[in-house]
């Protein structure tokens, strides 16, 4: 079974930077592509970053040109750096990986258990 564990969240003021890492871990996989959403309370979850294992990016229109999402394919590891954090970025981060499986016969999404960015003064 494949395995997403987020790290890196935290309290940061505005126009502060945190870093997010998510590693994949398991057997048998091969990933396609992994992106981070989020959710603030009482809103639906969106996307925030993606990228392809091939290094494809797709950015949501609120974050582009202050956030960077990066793949690590020897580590199975996504990270996004966010700068400039601004007050209406704090919300829930969680991590999201498309996976083959089952040599390469079934694919797969799979969720990490989410990492809560604060940015306050």
């Known amino acids: 079974q494949v395995q997403l564990v987020e790290s890196g969240g935290g309290l940061v003021q505005p126009g502060g930077s945190l870093r997010l890492s998510c590693a994949a871990s398991?057997?048998?996989?091969?990933?396609?592509?992994m992106g981070w959403y989020r959710q603030a309370p009482g809103k639906e979850r969106e996307l925030v970053a993606a990228?392809?294992?091939?290094?494809?990016?797709n950015y949501a229109d609120s974050v582009k040109d202050r956030f960077t999402i990066s793949i690590d394919n020897a580590q199975n590891t996504v990270y996004l750096q966010m700068n400039n954090l601004k007050p209406e970025d704090p919300a829930v981060y969680y991590c999201?990986?498309?996976?083959?499986?089952?040599?390469?016969?079934?694919?797969?999404?799979?969720w990490g258990q989410g990492t809560l960015v604060t940015v306050s003064s």
């Open positions: 999201n990986a498309g996976i083959y499986v089952a040599d390469g016969r079934e694919y797969r999404e799979v």
């Open positions: 398991g057997r048998g996989f091969e990933i396609n592509a």
């Open positions: 990228s392809t294992s091939g290094g494809s990016t």
